[in-house]
């Protein structure tokens, strides 16, 4: 592989500079990604500010209003949605055949897969920081520094949700199916997490929900970027985050193989 | 005698009687989905600097031949060697000398035509000015330096052949196979493309390998490889096999073996 570095980075490099051009041609694109967190913070963080109290919980050394507490789980959304309109994006990549020129590229498949997730999760760091800075600039209590210290967070849980997308689009045979993904997946994550509450509020109100929480990978990508904003380390959310990685990708390596017939949409001639 | 299940005259016909290296070489192959066989124990050539048509009526396998020489389908059974390389052995890093033309349109139509021909040239390891200097001579060679600014979206159907064409010569591949490339197209721009990628096989020494069901694609010097419910009923050049079946042209001759073996 040493001989073929070159190779291996121009191929990384092109698919990342494919997936932000085509990001930034979508203007569309970026603003539903701003909008969608953005109503969350100012509208629904805004009700909710005067009703729910928070106690402290780590990372927090005093209480928080409760714009600070959703802002990272708006975050981490912001990565979900990424994750899904990425594979939304594969599916149509695959249905327009735009799927076939990265995936008969003369590399190994696992490496231009992870080089299409790379780019996906570059496209979600952008938008996640464009969040941070408005929510910053209006007023929201974040740590300067924590801009730098988030960095390795959003990229860890970024390639986490983008994995998962990655799978999700080797299942879904059509694009006229992904509104089941919409229904099945992005909400039931989202709401059952710790994004717009913490868990042991969620643990009064019910503790099998609260199991499910726990045991929800979205709740420790929330849970390690709400650490990292205030540059501390939740070691289990690294590991949980981490570990779900490796089997949402391992997964989607094993069902984009040729020998599972990925292609047979294409028909017979 | 049932054409369907007759084998043709000789064994990897072409390499033999040239005795050169094939730029691609399909042996034995089988491919099933699920009951239906859809390839059984296909066998040719195609030597550099030919132009090979695989003719066949739509079904007859061409499609997933394609999917399999590229890898998007694993072979079952058989061997595929690009440029002397195996394909099971070497995996994704046999197709480096491929290609490749699918039938389905593969731009992306956001991006313009330098930006699709700069992304696939990065795919396959080629940057800073090797990459700009192969996306210039392309797009010269295809009469398309004009358009390299534009976003595929507004080019027509022949323009967009043109730019995949292109694209799939960046990396100066030895072997190019193009999956019913002229589907869609108007008749001029259908012989401009034809009469384009043959003078490209003389030139360049291009082994390729053009699938098509329209007879009229072929000319009279190539080689043919005749595809019929996924046994291949006759190859050869094309001179060889219009004798063989006692037709006047190769019209009559891929009627003839195309009907006999669907009675």
């Known amino acids: 592989m040493s001989q073929q570095a070159p190779a291996y980075v121009s191929a990384l490099r092109g698919v990342v500079w494919r997936e932000a051009l085509r990001f930034l041609q979508q203007r569309e694109r970026f603003l539903a990604a701003m909008v969608r ?16 109290g928070l106690s402290i919980i780590p990372p927090y050394q005093t209480y928080i209003t409760y714009d600070m507490y959703i802002a990272p789980g708006l975050v981490a959304m912001i990565q979900l949605f990424n994750g899904m309109q990425s594979s939304l994006s594969m599916v149509y990549d695959r249905e327009m055949g735009s799927m076939r020129v990265l995936l008969t590229a003369p590399l190994p498949r696992w490496f231009l897969l992870l080089s299409r997730l790379s780019g996906g999760v ?31 967070a959003l990229v860890l849980s970024g390639l986490m949700l983008g994995a998962l997308g990655m799978l999700l689009s080797s299942t879904v045979k059509q694009l006229e199916n992904f509104a089941g993904v919409m229904n099945f997946v992005i909400f039931p994550m989202f709401f059952a997490s710790s994004a717009l509450f913490p868990l042991w509020k969620i643990k009064e109100s019910s503790v099998a929900l609260y199991h499910i929480c726990s045991w929800n990978p979205f709740t420790h990508a929330v849970e390690l970027i709400r650490f990292a904003l205030y540059g501390e380390f939740n070691g289990q959310a690294f590991v949980i985050v981490a570990a779900s990685f490796a089997v949402f990708l391992l997964a989607a390596v094993w069902a984009y193989d040729p020998s599972k017939g990925l292609q047979t949409r294409g028909g017979r001639g | 005698m049932s054409d369907r299940g007759r084998k043709p005259k000789n064994s990897n016909a072409n390499s033999m009687r040239s005795g050169q290296a094939s730029a691609l070489s399909v042996s034995g192959v089988s491919f099933s989905y699920g ?12 030597l550099p600097g030919r132009f090979t048509g695989l003719l066949g009526p739509n079904g007859a396998g061409k499609t997933t031949l394609f999917a ?28 480096a000398p491929l290609g490749i033309v699918f039938q389905q349109p593969t731009l992306d139509l956001d991006l313009t035509v330098r930006q699709n021909l700069a992304y696939f040239a990065s795919l396959h ?23 390299a600014g534009e976003r595929v979206r507004v080019l027509n159907g022949g323009h967009r052949r043109r730019v995949e064409i292109a694209r799939a010569l960046l990396h100066d591949p030895s072997v190019l196979i193009l999956d019913e490339p002229t589907v869609g197209l108007d008749v001029p721009s259908r012989a401009a493309i034809v009469a384009h990628v043959h003078a490209l096989a003389q030139e360049r020494g291009l082994g390729v390998l053009w699938a098509t069901h329209l007879i009229d694609e072929i000319e009279a010097g190539d080689d043919i490889v005749l595809l019929h419910r996924g046994r291949i009923v006759e190859r050869g050049p094309v001179a ?21 073996g669907a009675a």
């Open chain 2, 35 to 46: 009951a239906v066989r859809a390839l059984d124990d296909v066998s040719f050539d195609v």
């Open chain 1, 37 to 52: 967190p953005l109503v969350w913070l100012f509208l629904f963080a805004a009700g909710f500010r005067a009703a729910l």
């Open chain 2, 125 to 147: 390891g080629l940057s800073g000015a090797a990459r700009t200097r192969a996306i210039e001579r392309e797009l010269d060679r295809m009469e398309m330096s004009g358009r």
């Open chain 1, 122 to 152: 570059f496209v979600s760091i952008l938008q996640a920081y464009a969040f941070l800075a408005i929510a910053y600039l209006f007023g929201v209590d974040l740590p300067l520094w924590g801009m730098v210290t988030v960095f390795p």
């Open chain 2, 240 to 260: 060889d096999v219009v004798k063989r079946t006692g037709a006047k042209d190769i019209s009559e001759a891929f009627d003839g073996l195309t009907r006999a």
């Open chain 2, 68 to 95: 399999l020489i590229t890898r998007l389908l694993s072979q079952e059974r058989g061997e595929i060697e690009i440029a002397g390389r195996d394909l099971a052995r070497f995996g994704s890093a046999a197709l």
